[in-house]
């Protein structure tokens, strides 16, 4: 079993096994982790869209540009009444002294970027709202986007380019987690909006080693959440892919984030990639990017697209969640898993599209024994306790009200709890991971 192998195995297992923090030592923090501004395809300034999430009552935000961190210099061109616009809202908001222009050809005007690294002092606080530094590792094979985004990195990861889909995602993690070993510096790495362009599958995903996030929503109008007739939903992909990794992998659990993967800033619609649509919630002793990743690698946090939770509670008997009740809605929260000694076979269905080298371009159809429904509940309480044979279970609350700016007009705010473990089925995963590593 080789060193790096090993150094994930014990880091999960340490996250896996380490309790909880109190409720004495730590607080619930609100962020996003992926975000868009000019720096790539996004349609505002960074120091705007950072504005407008610590005014929104955000604790942390990363900015994940595609293929660049937020440094060096970058200048984009007024060209047209739209943009005229944005820049004088930005005038209006951060002074004239602020905002570097120049005059080019035949008087066009250009507006210089700022650098993170310049404009994070105007917007931290300490304990109130933290910029995490990021990118969003935009790679593809065969034209399929095959996106990473990599927390509080501190070099630029350059898009690798591998033998099929899933070798590329592997290199992706394995270039972040190499940074972090050599550097020291606290990072993860999340693998974004799977349905995109169809371009991941739950059998894609379930083999990755080190990774331990991915996204179970995305609040772009694009990204296809719900799958559709022949795609599987992200959500039943991430059912799959937790099955395999602690029945048979070893791999430990991957948790579900809810981001915004806001692009449009000025124009609210469903077919326009807004903020405020998903984030997550993040346990956490104090509002800094180790401690943020410290507790999201512990998988001491929520997803939301809506629904407060006052209180998660994961350990060795169960699972226990208080849901911040509005007036005048419900909730109904699903507990939701699957047993030791699931039948893992193939179920026949619709004919398999391949890429190269035979990859499949559809998640395979299983058992319901793969994330079945193990208790429901009704309320702003709700309660699991093990039986002893799951290998894991996760919480799903959807409440009754209609969100507001959804991508689609029919969409209830829900939250999404971190599978909870049993210690046994860890450490029996770890000697699997241990007997079949060379």
Known sequence: MSFVRCWLVLVGLCALLTPLASAQTARWWKGNLHTHSFWSD??????????WYKTNGYHFLALSDHNVLLAGEKW?????????????????TFGRAWVTQRSIFRGRRQVRLKTLEEFRPRLEEKDRFLMVPSEEISAEFQKLPIH?????????????????VYDVIQRTIDAVLAQRQRTGQPMIAHINHPNFGWALTAEDILRVRGEHFFEVYNGHPSVRNEGDDVH???DRMWDIILAFRLSRLGLGPMYGLAVDDSHHYHVYSTNKANPGRGWIVVRAG??????????????????SSGVVLRDVQRSSR????????????????????????????RKRGPAMEKG??????????????????????????????????ELYVRAKVVSS??????????????????????????????RQTAKNGK
């Open 42 to 51: 996004g349609d505002d300034f960074p120091e705007m869209i950072a504005a």
């Open 76 to 92: 984009i061109s007024v060209t047209n009444a739209d943009r005229e616009k944005v820049l004088e809202r930005y005038v209006d």
């Open 148 to 164: 990473v985004n990599a927390s509080n990195v501190r070099e630029l990861v350059n898009p690798p380019k591998g033998t099929n």
């Open 232 to 234: 599987a939903s992200v």
């Open 286 to 303: 104090n509002l800094t990017a180790p401690s943020l990743i410290a507790a999201m690698e512990n998988g001491d946090f929520y997803a």
């Open 318 to 345: 169960g699972l226990r969640l208080e849901i911040e009740p509005e007036p005048g809605v419900t909730y109904v929260t699903t507990f939701i898993g699957t047993l030791r000694g699931f039948d893992p076979t």
């Open 356 to 389: 190269a080298k035979g990859n499949p371009m559809l998640t395979g159809i299983y058992g319901e024994e793969i994330g079945a429904v193990l208790g429901r509940s009704e309320g702003p309480l709700a309660t699991y306790e093990f039986a002893g044979d």
């Open 401 to 430: 009200k209609l969100k507001a700016n959804s991508y689609r007009g029919d969409e209830l705010e829900v939250a999404w709890v971190q599978p909870s473990v049993l210690e046994s089925n860890v450490l029996w995963s770890a």
